[in-house]
């Protein structure tokens, strides 16, 4: 197993578009990508996205534009990452799961000159564009699936495009502050935004996570996460910086990620939804997982009880939490996999670590923004080149979130204790306040999922007449179990205060989740009758 000392490969150029031809004028042959069966060197991904910039050339992409992708994961969305910043233009990588209406919105508001779609999405796409007075050209991915499309189904087919282009190197006049990425925040607080992110910010975001998980010389990356997320495209850039192989699975299934690592995926990035599959998947898949060197997790907390199982079945596997965010081009803290490991420091498990190299975090007075005393809780804001260029054309929006001198608020209500280690107590807009008193809805979900009959939890705030707001519990019983409300209410009782413990609970079959696995608060607040609240700034500490 690969120590942090591990010999790193020698140093990457400043610019995302240059790492194919970098590698591919050291190593031509070596392996670059993989996909379903199928594998490109670093020479045939080199060639194909200057193909690529070419035919994008030829459908009227120049500096500054933007395309953008829609579809599963796929070396397309990829290649078309790297085609058009080497254009100087951005890619915006799409939901695949929108519906033709919000495909429509953020197809606008990205102002893509292309949109290329897989087959899957084709339809889809061509609904959202019809409903657009200026709609980008169509470009349909998918290999023998291609069609060069009709009057009745128009669209450019993709590998015959790539087959007719020219060649086009990039464009000279590149710079790493150029916006080379958008990624659409999900839109839990209203239309969603996309975030510019540049060369430095990406670039810098993989260096600060390489620091915490080394690539050796044997290691291949696996990339399970959607590449809309930026746990799915950052996290790609880990293998193209590094010049190790990239595997990528076009779904995340649990059995499809532990043939991956039976095959020599080494490291993985997935978010905890995803674990309990694969512990649940067989014996002959679990004992492959177990060969995986890091498994990186993130994107929403991991239940403790899961992470124990899961610290246990696979002794020599290094997990490492990470906490970012998409403005942030991904992680900015990790909690390292020794403190994984050590039993001294079994509480700081529910910690998202300490800061990534490069990372600045200071702990905020929402209101005012002056520091708060060590150990109370405030808003976490980072400073780092990893940061954000801002939102696309939200200027407003963009200087909410980034302050003047630089930093920029990311909307969580953290604590940090003597060692620098960030607890993450609750997103601003999810704090319940309860007759005057503050209730994070992180700290009573951490205990409800102790309970042994519950599965995943979910903690929202409701009206309620006389305290302003209550604590709803909604609760997914394990296979076999049966939950009574008394007995979870005590449960609960003997580990908090009597303020923060559930007034209610709503037992569901399962909770729901957004495309980057996230407990969709929203939707539960809809289902539930609550109404969503943005507090402005911390009430008083609680008793």
């Keep these: 197993m690969p120590s942090p000392s591990a010999r790193q490969p020698e140093p990457q150029p400043g610019l995302i578009h240059r790492l194919p031809a970098h590698w591919a004028a050291r190593t031509p042959d070596g392996e670059a990508l993989a996909f379903e069966g199928h594998r490109w060197s670093w020479r045939q991904l080199a060639d194909r996205t ?55 919105y953020v197809v ?26 200026d709609p980008p050209r169509l470009v349909v991915t998918g290999g023998a699936d291609d069609t060069d499309g009709t ?17 086009l190197p990039p464009a000279p006049d590149t710079a790493p502050d150029d916006t080379c990425l958008v990624l659409y925040t999900s839109g839990t607080t209203g239309f969603p935004k996309g975030a510019e992110l540049t060369h430095r910010s990406l670039l810098s975001s993989c260096a600060a996570l390489l620091s915490q998980v080394p690539f050796g010389p044997e290691d291949r990356n696996l990339v399970a996460l959607p590449l809309f997320h930026v746990g799915g495209i950052g996290y790609a850039l880990g293998g193209l910086f590094t010049g190790r192989p990239t595997e990528l699975l076009r779904a995340p299934a649990p059995e499809a990620i532990c043939r991956a690592v039976d095959e020599g995926a080494t490291h993985l990035l997935l978010v905890p939804a995803m674990l309990p599959g694969v512990l649940r998947a067989g014996t002959e898949h679990t004992a492959a997982f177990a060969r995986l060197r890091h498994c990186l ?58 800061p990534l190299p490069g990372v600045e975090t200071r702990v905020a007075d929402p209101a005012t923004g002056a520091a708060v005393p060590p150990g109370r809780t405030g808003e976490l804001r980072v400073r780092t080149h990893q940061r954000m260029k801002g939102y696309l054309g939200r200027p407003e929006a963009t200087a909410e979130t980034v302050t003047e001198d630089g930093w920029l608020r990311t909307g969580d209500v953290v604590r940090v204790d003597d060692e620098g280690f960030v607890f993450v107590e609750d997103r601003l807009k999810d704090l319940i306040i309860s007759g005057g008193e503050n209730v994070y809805s992180a700290e009573v979900e951490r205990v409800l999922v102790e309970h042994p009959a519950v599965a995943e939890a979910a903690v929202i705030g409701v009206p309620d007449e006389k305290w302003g707001e209550s604590v709803l519990a909604v609760v997914a019983v394990r296979d076999g179990a049966r939950i009574e409300e008394s007995g979870l209410d005590a449960f609960c009782r003997t580990h908090l205060a009597g303020y923060k413990c559930p007034r209610g609970v709503a037992v569901v079959d399962g909770l729901p989740r957004n495309a980057a696995g996230k407990v969709d608060k929203n939707a539960l607040r809809a289902a539930h009758g609550a109404v969503e609240r943005v507090p402005r700034q911390l009430p008083r500490q609680p008793r």
Excluded: I, K
């Excluded at 030829?58 to 500054?64: A, D, I, K, N, S």
């Excluded at 897989?118 to 409903?131: E, F, I, K, N, S």
């Excluded at 246990?312 to 081009?329: A, H, I, K, W």
């Design 50 to 104: 200057d193909r690529l910039r070419g035919a994008l050339r030829t459908l009227g992409v120049r500096r500054g534009d933007r395309v953008a992708y829609l579809g599963r994961n796929d070396p397309a969305c990829l290649e078309t990452f790297l085609a058009a910043a080497g254009a100087g233009a951005a890619t915006a990588v799409l939901n695949w799961r929108l519906a033709p209406a919000e495909l429509a």
């Design 108 to 133: 606008a508001d990205s102002g893509a000159r292309v949109l290329l779609a897989d087959t899957g999405r084709a339809a889809a796409a061509r609904t959202a564009l019809a409903a657009l007075p």
């Design 151 to 167: 009057a009745d189904e128009p669209g450019t087919a993709y590998e015959p495009l790539l087959a007719r282009a020219e060649p």
């Design 297 to 354: 997790y993130g994107a929403s907390p991991m239940p403790l009880p899961l992470l124990r199982e899961a610290l246990s079945r696979f002794p020599d596997v290094r997990f490492v939490q990470v906490y970012g965010m998409t403005e942030l081009s991904g992680a900015v803290t990790a909690l390292d996999h020794a403190t994984h490991r050590d039993p001294r420091q079994s509480h700081r498990l529910a910690s998202a670590g300490r």
